[in-house]
C-alpha cells in the first residue's frame, strides 16, 4: 500500500474526548471514527487490525475442531421469551418492533438461538461433540460506554457454544476453549490471565475471565505475579486429549489469579508477599459452563447410548474482538504512539522514503517495496512528498512493528537503515538484507 493513495486521515491534535491512551491513538492514526455513543465506522487502518485479530480467533478455533458458522444481528423476541430472558435482559437490550409490530432485538448474545438451531437439527448422542461459533456485530445498550472500542454499544464478539452428551465431555469442551483462547492471546502479543469469574446474568456455576493486566482496566484482579510467566508457546495440543488439555488449564489455574467478584482475602493472603498483587486488568474474554440451564427451558434434547432422552449440555465461550484492539494498544504503546505485536500489526512493516522525488531513492523504495511483496509482505510505503520528520511521526504513532528507512546518503554506501519500533534501535544494510531480515520475522508469526 503506497501511503499517497491510502486513507489514512491522522490527527495532530491530542482528541479532548479520549479519556485513555487506546482511544486517544485510535483516533490519532485515523483508526475509528464514533458515529454515535459507543457505536464507531473502522477506517481503513483500524479495520485491518480487526480483520488480523479475527483471522488468529478463527484460526485458534478451528485447530480447537470449533465449527464457523454466521447468526444474523436481529433476533425475534420470541425466542427469548423462551428462555425467560427477554424480560430479565433489562435496559441493554436494545429492542425493535418491525412493521408487523413484532417483537425483534439487536442480540447482544446468541445462547438461544443457536440452541433453536441445534434443536431443529440435532437429536442423538451420536452428533456430539459439537462446538459452533460466530463472529458478529453485538449490541447492548450500556449506561456508559466508552473508553472508545473498550466499552462500546456496538461491538464485534466471536462467541462460541458447545453442545455434549454430559458433563464430563462438557467440561472438555470448557478446557478446550480455554486453551484456545490462550494461544489466541498469545498470538496477538498479550498475556491475558484466567481469573475465576462470577457468573452473570447468562448463569452457570464454573467460569473464568482472561484479564490483560492495564492499570486502566476497569476490573480490580488480585494475582500471584508468578502466572504472568506462564506461556504456551509453539507446544503441540492435542484437542481430542482429555487428560493433555486439563492439565494445561490446570498450569494456568491453578496460581492465584481473581477479580475482586470472587477474591477471597484468606487465600490471597497465603501467597507469599513478593509474588502478591493487586492491579487492574481488562476483560478480553469470558468462558461458561452452564449445564442443561438453556437446553432444558427451550427442549434441546439427545438421545443417549441406552436409548434415554436427555437435555444436552452446553456452555457458551466469547472474546471481545473488537474491545481486543484497546486492550492490545493499553498494553503495547509509548508517547510516540502504538507498538502493534507482530501477530496483529495492519502492514508488517513500513517504507520511509527521505528523498521523494529522487530518481535513484524512489527506485531503492520501489524494489524493497517489491521484494516484500513477492514474500507474501505488504508493505506500507510512505511515498508522500512530506519531510522526514513528519514521516517519522506518522510512522511512530501508526505503530508498525518494523521501518525500513531509505535516503540517498545511505544509498550511496549501498545501505538502508531497519528500525524496530519496540526498541527504537537501527541496523544498517543492504536492501536485499533488510528484506530478507524482515521476511525471517514473519516466517515465525
Ligand atoms: N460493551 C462492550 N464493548 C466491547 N466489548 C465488550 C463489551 N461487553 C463485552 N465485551 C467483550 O465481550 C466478551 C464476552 O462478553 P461477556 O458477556 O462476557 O461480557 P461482560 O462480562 O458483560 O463484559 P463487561 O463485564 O466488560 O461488561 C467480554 O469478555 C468482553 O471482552
Ligand atoms: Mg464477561
Known amino acids: 500500500m503506497r501511503l499517497s493513495r491510502y486513507f489514512l486521515p491522522v490527527l495532530k491534535e491530542n482528541p479532548a474526548e479520549a479519556q485513555i491512551v487506546s482511544h ?8 475509528i471514527k464514533q458515529q454515535a455513543a459507543g457505536i464507531y465506522s473502522w477506517l481503513p487502518l483500524g479495520y485491518r487490525v480487526l480483520r488480523r485479530i479475527e483471522q488468529i480467533v478463527h484460526e485458534e478455533q478451528q485447530r480447537a475442531g470449533h465449527i464457523p458458522l454466521l447468526m444474523p444481528t436481529l433476533q425475534p423476541a420470541d425466542l427469548w421469551r423462551e428462555s425467560g430472558r427477554y424480560d430479565d435482559y433489562g435496559q441493554e437490550m436494545l429492542r425493535i418492533k418491525d412493521r408487523h409490530d413484532r417483537d425483534m432485538l ?23 461433540p459439537l462446538t459452533l ?13 466508552r473508553f472508545g472500542v473498550m466499552r462500546g454499544r456496538e461491538f464485534l464478539m466471536k462467541d462460541g457454544y458447545n453442545f455434549d452428551v454430559d458433563r464430563d465431555a462438557a467440561l472438555h469442551a470448557y478446557n478446550r476453549h480455554m486453551v484456545s483462547y490462550l494461544r489466541s492471546y498469545e ?9 475465576r469469574a462470577a457468573s452473570g446474568p447468562i448463569g452457570g456455576d464454573n467460569t473464568h475471565e482472561f484479564l490483560v493486566l492495564a492499570n486502566t482496566g476497569e476490573s480490580e484482579v488480585f494475582y500471584d505475579d508468578r502466572v504472568t510467566a506462564l506461556k504456551l508457546g509453539a ?18 489455574t491453578t496460581l492465584y489469579a481473581r477479580t475482586d467478584e470472587t477474591h477471597d482475602a484468606a487465600l490471597f493472603d497465603q501467597i507469599p508477599e513478593e509474588h502478591r498483587k493487586v492491579g487492574r486488568g481488562i476483560e478480553v474474554g469470558q468462558i461458561f459452563y452452564f449445564g442443561t440451564k438453556y437446553s432444558e427451558s427451550m427442549g434441546a434434547t439427545v438421545v443417549t447410548a441406552d436409548g434415554s432422552r436427555v437435555p444436552v449440555e452446553m456452555g457458551s465461550h466469547g472474546i471481545g474482538v473488537s474491545r481486543l484492539l484497546g486492550a492490545i494498544i493499553e ?7 502504538i507498538i502493534w505485536p507482530e501477530g496483529v500489526t495492519p502492514f508488517p512493516v513500513g517504507i520511509v ?7 535513484s531513492t524512489d527506485l531503492a523504495c520501489e524494489g524493497i517495496y517489491k521484494g516484500l511483496a513477492a514474500k507474501g ?10 519531510r522526514a520528520g513528519a514521516k517519522f511521526a506518522t510512522m511512530d504513532l501508526i505503530g508498525l512493528p518494523w521501518r525500513i528507512t531509505v535516503g540517498p546518503r545511505g544509498l550511496a554506501a549501498g545501505k538502508v537503515e531497519l528500525t524496530c519500533r519496540r526498541t527504537g534501535t537501527s541496523e544498517e544494510m543492504s536492501p536485499e538484507a533488510a528484506v530478507a531480515r524482515v521476511a525471517s520475522i514473519y516466517a515465525g508469526v
Request: net charge negative.
Open 24 to 31: 486517544r491513538y485510535m483516533l490519532r492514526a485515523g483508526m
Open 106 to 128: 439487536y442480540g447482544p448474545t446468541n445462547e438461544e438461538m443457536i440452541t433453536d438451531i441445534f434443536r431443529a437439527h440435532v437429536g442423538s448422542y451420536k452428533d456430539l
Open 133 to 145: 461459533y460466530h463472529i458478529q456485530w453485538k449490541f447492548r445498550d450500556e449506561v456508559r460506554p
Open 187 to 195: 498470538r496477538m502479543g498479550l498475556t491475558a490471565i484466567p481469573m
Open 235 to 252: 507446544r503441540d495440543i492435542d484437542y481430542d486429549d482429555r487428560g493433555q488439555v486439563a492439565a494445561v488449564c490446570e498450569e494456568f
Open 331 to 337: 498494553a503495547s504503546h509509548d508517547d510516540k504512539g
Open 353 to 359: 522514503n527521505l528523498k521523494q522525488g529522487d530518481g
Open 377 to 386: 509482505l505488504e508493505a506500507l510505503y510512505d511515498d508522500r512528498d512530506e
